[in-house]
Structure formats: structure tokens, C-alpha cells
DNA sequence: ATGAAAGCGCTAACAA
DNA sequence: TTGTTAGCGCTTTCAT
């Protein structure tokens, strides 16, 4: 066939000598309950394929009230664990039937906020929303609409919420990284454990910070969190100069360096660069992040994986049990 | 406002004293062209606020035969030129007031001409296609739904296609590599510039094979060609075996090595942790890909970075030209 | 076992 | 300047 014009349910009825409802319900596979007979909904079959027939979605969505969309939002894909995020959120949609619709909405509040309400605008049956700036305006969002929702990476103080456990994870490596390094003392601030990077005033850094503190605490290896901490952003340059300046006052590289995403261990790996062989062996080096070159690096690194496949599978577990409260689930990540 | 259903123009009409079709001409910008007075649109658009109203997008799609969705479809996210095409891909479509729907549908083939079915049927206003694995099929699939469409990275030969300039592209890193090294020749084939990994059979490798042969040619620095080009697919673990093979051969790394992608590149670091500095100091590293740790290994590596950046914005281009006949540009990467 | 008809929420002629 | 009306293509009672 070559019309300019799409075929719809009638021209299929008209051909194949049924009504629209008979077609509708031959492709859609309602046909049984409707009790079509096998070789009517055969003979429609036929047709719609040698018409080329696609079903309009649209058409179907207004009808049902539904899309058979899957919403996602997150701020971008340059991080590997977002893309692993959202390539997990795809493969699952998929599974269900549904199609994937990933917005990039960057890091600004008001942005995810419109990409939100324009997936609202098209019925999505759901949205997973990925380090959300302000989540209870989306949230809020999402209830006025009726819609499913569920937050990850970033949590959401009123609706269901799957992120890593890190605090646990934060603890787990820096227990490892402090039993790969001879004791710290008191005295010997080159000899100390410290924290590279991240937002203090994020929920994920935080977390972390609090898992480090506890555990260096517990380990009697915390003696001057202010300066053992340092929470310099997640931009590289600024891990990169933090830890310039931190070896300018110890006169070396500390024993051991605990470095919050992957980001920052760019800015670290290019300071190390400069140094010697023998400088980089001193410290023990761990990151709160994966990625695979981590391990082909001329020094050992320990390396937190977050779960990104559990949590999404999560996250579809919350929406499923139509949960709509708050709810936080955390999803213990992986130390390499 | 928090009546359970979701209101319509209608709703918004009746509250605001006017009819449903001033409404929805107030609410899509439609209204000067209406002659609408500007204080009924005000009227209605405060009415609108207050009830929180959020127009149907697909009962607007249907009515006008459009859905303002952005249609990709890409094989997966792993991979960081794809996920740089995605963010390119979806930062313009945005800029566009479309909504980006990008959706993974993995190497198979039949899974990809699905995918790109169920974008047709939602109505998509454009589709564009990253490696995709039966090009003809899903041309011809947006040729029958009238859907316009574009290709990146594989190239279609009947539709509209952007890929990198991977001949030049490998030619340029070719030469670079042959200038980095002592000048090959014939008698000692551990002196000679090798080509590993990628799938002769791909039109990028292809071609990228094709550059190598051309500038090594030129320059006298290809001996024996079967030997030097080794393109043994893009697994890793293929790639650390077949370096581990060759150096078995020589005795030792070649002079020089050009690794067709970073995944490949991933097999050869792996391979190289056995080794000493010295006998990784006697080699030139050149990969045709970009990736952020490339820079901070312990040997310097000249990188060739596809611009995901130039190849959409030509692609939409393309699609705004109403391109739809065979046409294949090429965008020039960058050496680093 | 099948058809007729109403209507999902919106837009765009056409009237007024 | 505004309202009325007829669909867009599909699903879904309700008839038959």
C-alpha cells in the first residue's frame, strides 16, 4: 500500500469486511474476551499486516487515560551511574510493556519541575526521578497529577525512595581503607585517613560523611574531622586543588585518601601525575564510585559500586505496591 | 484544588465564564491569533492556575496528528560516545520545546525496528537512529509513517546520515602514531605500527581500517597487512588475547599500537599491568576514543574524540531540511 | 459472535 | 471578540 495517509481500525474494518470495534479488539488482543472467532481475528490480522497498520498510541492513550509511557528524569548522562541508572530504568519499562521516556533536566530545580509536569501532560504511568534538587516540589507534582512516582539517588522526604546505603557503604571502605594503611597517630597528621569531595549538604554526602566519621571515630582514627573532612564539591578542579593544598601542608601525600565520586578521583589521578612513583605508593587510595579504568590505574584502588540494576529494581517494586508515602529503602553497594 | 479527577478545558471553561475553545486557545498561545482580549486570557489563565490544570498533550497530539515527542533510539548507554549522543540528542530536542523519548533497544536488530514501531505509533515528530544494526528496515519502517528520520554513527544508504570522519579521522591518528615512532621497517615486524580490535565488517571500522591502510601505506610502514591489522571485534577480553598473541610473536610490544575503541583499550591496559614501565615505554599508544582516564595513565595515549556535539546538531539539521533521500556527512573528530 | 454509537480532551473551521 | 461544532483514532458499553 502506498496512500499518503496512515490506515486507522476503519479502513482495516472496511477491508476486511468487520466493524472498528472487531478490529480494535482483534488488535489489541481483547479479541478473546469479546469472543471473536479465530479465523475473523485472523482475517483482520492479515489485512492490518499487508496495510502496514500501526496503532496510534495517542489515540489509545486519550481513550484509556493511559500511555503506556515510562517517565524518567534525571540530571544528565556524562555519569556513569546515571546512564547505568537510566539504562536499567529502560530495560525494565521494556520488560513491562512500556515505552522509556528519559528526560535530561540538568541540575536546576525549576527545569526537572517542568520535565516532570510535561511527562504528567502526556499520562505517563509512572516517573522514577534521579537526583531531584528539590523533591518535594516534584513529589507534589506528582500527586496532584495522580501519577506514580518514586525518587532514587536522591531521596524524598514524602513519597517512596530507593538510594544506596551510604552510609554503610561510606563506613565499609574506609574500615578497608584504614586496615590497608599502618595505624594513624594523633601526632602524625600525615599519617591520617581523609575525605575527598562532595556536598556536605546533600543527602548522599552527608550520608557518606557520616558513615566515614563513625567509622574513623570507631577506629580511633578521627582526630580533627574539620581537617580530615573535606567536602570541597564534586568538581574535579576542586579536588584537585584541595588535595594540592593538603600535601602543601603535610609535605607529602596523607597515608591514606577516601575520595567521594568519581569526578573528584579525576582531579586526583591529575595531581598524582606529577608525583613520583614511590610518593603514590605511600597512600592508600579508595573512591566512593566505579569505574572500570579504576582498576587499571599504576596504584590499588578500592572502589564502591553502587547497585544501580537493585535499586531500579526497587524503585519498581514501590511503584507496583502503589506505594505513596514515604518510604526510604537503601540498597547496599558493592566494595571492589 | 483536590477533587480527585483530573480537570479539562471544559472545567477551566465553565469556572472562567467562556467556551472551552477560548481556553485552549489562551492556554496554547494561540489566542492573538484568536483576537482573544487579553483580559479573558488572563481570566482563564489565572482560572487555569488555580486549579493547577495541565493540558492532555495527547489528546492535543491526536487532534493535530503530532505528539511533540523526540524520538532516539541507540543500542545502550554503556558506552560514552552513545551517552554523549543521548545528552546532545535530548539537550536539542528540548531547545525545541519537544519531548525527548530515547529509548534503548540493544544490537538486535528486530528489537530496534520494534522500538522505532512503538515511536512511529506514539507519533513521534522525528526519529533519529545511533547504530542501528538493519538500517534499510528502519528507514523504510519512518518512510512508510512519513516520520522524518536521521541516522548517526551507522550510516543508512537510503536515508540521512552523520557519522565521524572516520577515515580522515584514523588516516590523522595513523600519521601521528608513525611520527611518535622510530620509522618502521620491513625486516623487524616488532618495529611496525599495529591495528587491534573493531569488526571489519562495520561500516566505522571499516573505514577506520581503510584510513590506517592508506596513511601506513603512504608512509611506507605497512608490511604486511594481515599481520598489522588485527580487528578482533570489540570485546575487551578479545582484544587483551589478541595483544597477549601478538607480543607472544615478537617477543615484545610492538613499536606501536592503534586500538580501535576504548572497550578494546580497556583489554590492553589489563594486559600491559603485566608488564614492566620499560618494556611500555618502548611502544606508542594511539585509540580511536575518548575517555577522561585516558590522560592519566602512566604512558602518554593520543586519542581520537568523536564530537557527539557536531554530529547531532547536523543531524537535526538534516531532519529540518526535510532530508529523506541517501545523503552521508561526515564530521571531523579531534585528536588529542 | 459481532456491530453501533458514545466519548476520551483537545483544536480548528465556521458562525455569530 | 467570542461560541458552536465537528472530528482526531481509539476503546467500550450496550444492543443484537
Not at 520488560?95 to 530545580?109: N, Q, S, T
Request: charged share 20%; with cysteine.
Amino acid at each position: 500500500m502506498k496512500t499518503g495517509q496512515k490506515s486507522t481500525i476503519h479502513d482495516i474494518a472496511r477491508k476486511a469486511g468487520v466493524s472498528p470495534s472487531a478490529v480494535s479488539a482483534a488488535l489489541n488482543g481483547s479479541w478473546e474476551k469479546r469472543r471473536l472467532s479465530r479465523t475473523t481475528v485472523e482475517r483482520i490480522l492479515e489485512v492490518a499486516r499487508s496495510e502496514n497498520y500501526s496503532v496510534n498510541l495517542q489515540a489509545r492513550g486519550l481513550r484509556q487515560a493511559r500511555s503506556g509511557l515510562a517517565g524518567m528524569v534525571l540530571p544528565d548522562h556524562e555519569n556513569r551511574y546515571f546512564a547505568e541508572l537510566s539504562q536499567c530504568f529502560a530495560a525494565e519499562a521494556h520488560a513491562r510493556g512500556l515505552c522509556p521516556a528519559i528526560v535530561h533536566a540538568g541540575r536546576d530545580a525549576a527545569e526537572q519541575l517542568r520535565s516532570v509536569e510535561s511527562l504528567i501532560a502526556y499520562a505517563v504511568d509512572l516517573v522514577m526521578i534521579a537526583g531531584a534538587s528539590d523533591p518535594p516540589a516534584l513529589a507534589q507534582a506528582c500527586r496532584d497529577a495522580h501519577v506514580a512516582h518514586v525518587f532514587v539517588d536522591h531521596p524524598c522526604a514524602e513519597a517512596p525512595s530507593v538510594v544506596s546505603d551510604n552510609l554503610s557503604g561510606a563506613a565499609e571502605l574506609t574500615r578497608r581503607l584504614l586496615s590497608d594503611m599502618a595505624p594513624p597517630e594523633a601526632g602524625d597528621p600525615a599519617g591520617w585517613l581523609y575525605f575527598l569531595g562532595g556536598a556536605a549538604h546533600l543527602p548522599a554526602s552527608s550520608e557518606r560523611i557520616r558513615g566515614f566519621r563513625a567509622e574513623a571515630g570507631a577506629a580511633g582514627a578521627l582526630f580533627d574531622a574539620e581537617a580530615q573532612i573535606r567536602a570541597c564539591g564534586y568538581e574535579s578542579h576542586r579536588a584537585e586543588a584541595e588535595l594540592a593544598a593538603l600535601c602543601d601542608r603535610l609535605g607529602r601525600l596523607p597515608a591514606g585518601l577516601f575520595v567521594n565520586s568519581i569526578g573528584c578521583f579525576e582531579g586526583v589521578v591529575r595531581f598524582l601525575g606529577g608525583l613520583s612513583e614511590d610518593a603514590i605508593a605511600a597512600c592508600t587510595f579508595g573512591c566512593f564510585d566505579y569505574d572500570p579504568f579504576g582498576t587499571l590505574l599504576r596504584f590499588p584502588l578500592r572502589m564502591v559500586r553502587q547497585r544501580a540494576d537493585l535499586i531500579v529494581a526497587e524503585a519498581y517494586r514501590q511503584l507496583d505496591a502503589g506505594a505513596s508515602g514515604p518510604r526510604l529503602v537503601r540498597i547496599a553497594p558493592d566494595l571492589l
